[in-house]
């Protein structure tokens, strides 16, 4: 078929009681016309109100998406974490049982001296200082001064080391003092928050 457009001149002519014999390049003219008005109010009035919905829907699903695959990641490795997570327990349950009750507290001193002579150090000082409180644990320091030679501090700090209970060393001052050595340094051992947990762990043993 032929589209004839000198017959598009006739538009301005058009009666529209007489749409029936309107010539067929008006009619495909008009009916395109009427199709673009017809998508442009639909888009406005009916599709964009939706964008913003269809915009969070998506937003929704991406969101979702990434929960799944981290929640598939987490089931997957089920096995894995709850034998990490056994661990762990175990881990921190060995660390509490490291750290002194109020019971054993008193006695470090008494190891500490024991450790201390045997390994041929003679001490000035030995002294319980101020409770430290900190967030999770209770540093508990002890004021040290102790004469002998190198070799005997480094033995001692081996020994101290080796304790059962943890008891870390800090702020060490070397002097000579009479053809002796004279150490002074502070000790820490800990105490934690637990202290009711970590008790009733080392009464089950």
Not at 47 to 63: F, G, H, N, T, Y
Not at 100 to 107: F, K, Q
Not at 189 to 194: F, H, I
Request: no cysteine; glycine share 2%.
């Amino acid at each position: 078929m032929k589209f004839d457009v000198n017959k598009l001149k006739e538009l301005n002519e058009l009666d529209f009681e007489q749409v029936a014999i309107w010539p067929k390049e008006i009619k495909l003219v008009v009916a395109l016309f009427v199709a673009i008005v017809v998508a442009l109010l639909s888009y406005w009035f009916v599709v964009k109100p939706k964008l913003p919905i269809l915009e969070a829907a998506q937003s929704k699903e991406a969101e979702l998406k990434m929960q799944f695959e981290a929640k598939y990641r987490i089931a997957v490795n089920l096995d894995a974490y709850k034998a990490q997570l056994t661990q762990i327990k175990q881990d921190f349950s060995s660390m509490l049982r490291s750290l002194p009750t109020s019971n054993e507290t008193p006695g470090l001193l008494d190891d500490i001296t024991y450790v201390g002579t045997s390994s041929g150090l003679t001490f000035k000082v030995l002294n319980w200082q101020q409770e430290i409180p900190k967030e999770f644990y209770t540093e508990l320091p002890i004021q040290m001064e102790v004469s002998g030679d190198y070799h005997s501090f480094g033995q001692f700090a081996s020994k101290i080391a080796d304790l059962p209970r943890i008891v870390t060393l800090h702020d060490f001052k070397l002097d000579q003092q009479n053809q002796r050595l004279q150490l002074r340094l502070q000790a820490k051992t800990y105490r934690t928050a637990l202290t009711g947990v970590q008790e009733e762990n080392n009464e089950a043993e």
